[in-house]
């Protein structure tokens, strides 16, 4: 079955950065659109970024346009989230998805 792993996720200060990674299996990584949402500490999930199969195609919220980069290497069946000039409202659980199957989640933390 469809099984996804997050990983790299921490505390960070403004500003900085973080890479996170998503391992997939028990499906064709290739030929999957994927997705990064998240779920910040009492509120919805929200959409940050999307990734074509081919990974020609990238697809941002306006939130995080600019400072995050999404990235697949389907090789190696893994998902990327590279994230810079971090703030305060990034703060939430990080998930990788495909359709309707999310991981256990990341947290990311962005406090001083």
């Known amino acids: 079955q469809v099984q996804l792993v997050e990983s790299g996720g921490g505390l960070v200060q403004p500003g900085g950065s973080l890479t996170l990674s998503c391992a997939a299996s028990g499906f064709t990584f290739r030929n999957f659109i994927m997705n990064w949402v998240r779920q910040a500490p009492g509120k919805g999930l929200e959409w940050v970024s999307k990734i074509d199969p081919d990974g020609r195609t990238t697809y941002y919220a306006n939130s995080v346009k600019g400072r995050f980069t999404i990235s697949r290497d389907n090789a190696k069946n893994t998902l990327s989230l590279q994230m810079n000039s971090l703030k305060s409202e990034d703060t939430a659980v990080y998930y990788c998805?495909?359709?309707?199957?999310r991981g256990q989640g990341t947290q990311v933390t962005v406090s001083s």
């Open positions: 998805q495909k359709g309707g199957a």
